[in-house]
């Protein structure tokens, strides 16, 4: 009965902006940490790259490709996880996949987000 539901994802131009949200259901939300994962085009699920990830307490790591444009945060009243994505650029473009760190849950469907001019 455990589902993440991602949305928010589109098409945008280099520069531009996006925020994407991932819905959780079935857990006790506030006490796992979370991350948001995204899979190039031509990847597969399990080689999917380490984004960003927020621990149950707030504290927030990102990784180098977007740390200064990304930005991770979570509502435990909605259960839900967000990422704001500002400044985007070409090689952003991939489909982003919530879950928790290192003991997934099943994995949703993913929100596509496309960077091009």
């Known amino acids: 009965q455990v589902q993440l539901v991602e949305s928010g994802g589109g098409l945008v131009q280099p520069g531009g902006s996006l925020r994407l949200s991932c819905a959780a259901s079935g857990i006790i939300f506030s006490i796992y940490n979370m991350a948001w994962y995204r899979q190039a085009p031509g990847k597969q699920r399990e080689l999917v790259e380490l984004?960003?990830?927020?621990?149950?307490?707030?504290?927030?790591n990102y990784a180098n490709s977007v740390k200064g444009r990304f930005t991770i945060s979570r509502d435990n009243a909605k259960n839900t996880v967000d990422l704001q994505m500002n400044s985007l650029k070409p090689e952003d473009t991939g489909v982003y996949y919530c879950n928790r760190p290192f003991s997934s849950l099943p994995w949703g469907q993913g929100t596509q987000v496309t960077v091009s001019s």
């Open positions: 984004v960003a990830t927020i621990t149950s307490g707030g504290s927030t």
